[in-house]
């Protein structure tokens, strides 16, 4: 989208589920200056790296607790359901800390009734006090999509929710 021929990073998928993927050259037909389509991306282009500029200052500034809320009140955005497979193993990953600190993080928003977990698994209870719990990163990074799109990237089609669990 920004003209370069290829990039040094590799997308990952971070819970299992669908993709898309689409080559560059495809892209490059599809997304003209002419289009909508293109003026969408750049909107999108810039939420991803205000997103990518928060991580980084929240990683640096805010507390364990409030990042991994954040995390997890942006997969459920993104992912559209309360539940999803995730190990504590890969959200340590995330967050850049040790296994152990991830269970610190989790085991008081689980005994406030906020989420449960079990082996690989996540379930978000109560979603209005995780994002609470969630520093102000997130509803930064939201706020940036939804003025980039509206609700068509955070709000699930209607019934997807009890569809997934």
């Keep these: 989208m920004l003209g370069a021929r290829s990039s040094p990073h590799w997308v990952t998928s971070q819970v299992p589920g669908h993709a898309w993927r689409l080559a560059a050259e495809s892209l490059r037909e599809l997304a003209t200056p002419q289009t909508e389509f293109f003026w969408l991306l750049l909107r999108y282009t810039h939420a991803v790296l205000v997103q990518a500029a928060q991580s980084t200052a929240c990683n640096r500034l805010h507390p364990l607790r409030a990042r991994a809320a954040r995390w997890l009140a942006t997969c459920r955005d993104r992912l559209g359901a309360d539940e999803f497979p995730l190990t504590q193993e890969f959200l340590a990953g995330m967050l850049g800390v040790r296994r152990a600190g991830v269970t610190e993080a ?9 989420l449960e977990y079990r082996r690989g698994w996540i379930r978000i209870l109560d979603p209005e006090r995780l994002e609470v719990a969630a520093c102000d ?7 940036e999509l939804l003025q980039v799109a509206g609700a068509r990237l955070l709000d699930p089609p209607a019934g997807s929710r009890e569809q997934q669990r």
């Design 106 to 114: 989790l085991a008081p928003m689980k005994r406030a009734g906020l």
């Design 137 to 143: 990163c997130y509803q930064i990074v939201r706020d």
